[in-house]
């Protein structure tokens, strides 16, 4: 069974950079059409999707976040990654990680999430 | 980009009642819209796609309607355990985008 897990700090400082992993397991990260997508949602808002990435590295922005936002993959660790550069307190919120099975596809299998808080 | 519009922004009923909630998109999304449960501390899941489409594994009672801007998600027949935030989101206009969401509490 997929399972998706975010890690990384819970507390990022102004302007600094906010960066996650997503661990997958129960199946392979290279499957030729999975895309792997990252969403958010600040405290009290929707949902906002950030961005997804296949196997190979091709990558897709929200154009709100595109000048701050990478994200890569590691195939040989079944992991993908998210660095949002310059935070602001306005990026606090739980960021989840996602499978989409094909690109601009429904997402289908999520992580619990991680609550990062941008605070000095 | 598509903006969608949830309303009510909480519903409160007791267990057997019937739950109808709506999505409402800035311009048509033809059946390009999905539904999703999030139970506190839990990873979202998908319920409904293409508008009435029930993912893997989802009970009966949840169904979903609509097409073009209007689109409902209606639990016939509510459990304790449907206590959740419901959320759209559309895949019809990139880039995809979600609505604000419904909360769902149980009596």
């Known amino acids: 069974q997929l399972q998706l897990q975010e890690s990384g700090p819970g507390l990022v400082k102004p302007s600094e950079t906010l960066s996650l992993t997503c661990t997958v397991s129960?199946?392979?990260?290279?499957?030729?059409?999975?895309?792997w997508g990252w969403i958010r949602q600040p405290p009290g808002k929707g949902l906002e999707w950030l961005g997804s990435i296949n196997y190979s590295g091709s990558t897709s922005y929200n154009p709100s976040l595109k000048s701050r936002l990478t994200i890569s993959v590691d195939t040989s660790k079944n992991h993908f990654f998210l660095r949002l550069n310059s935070v602001t307190a306005a990026d606090t919120a739980v960021y989840y990680c996602?499978?989409?099975?094909?690109?601009?596809?429904?997402?289908?299998?999520w992580g619990q999430g991680t609550l990062v808080t941008v605070s000095s | 980009e598509i903006v969608l519009t949830q309303v009510p922004a909480t519903l409160s009923l007791s267990p057997g009642e019937r739950a109808t909630l709506s999505c409402r998109a800035s311009q048509s999304v033809n059946n390009h819209l999905a539904w999703y449960q999030q139970r506190p501390g839990q990873a979202p899941r998908l319920l409904i796609y293409d508008a009435s489409n029930r993912a893997t594994g989802i009970p009966a009672r949840f169904s979903g309607s609509g097409s073009g801007t209007d689109f409902t998600l209606t639990i016939s027949s509510l459990e304790p355990e449907d206590s959740a935030v419901y959320s759209c989101?559309?895949?019809?206009?990139?880039?995809?985008?979600f609505g604000g969401g419904t909360k769902v509490e149980i009596k």
């Open positions: 129960g199946g392979s990260i290279s499957s030729r059409t999975d895309y």
């Open positions: 996602a499978r989409e099975i094909r690109y601009f596809d429904w997402f289908t299998t």
């Open positions: 989101q559309q895949r019809s206009n990139w880039p995809p985008t």
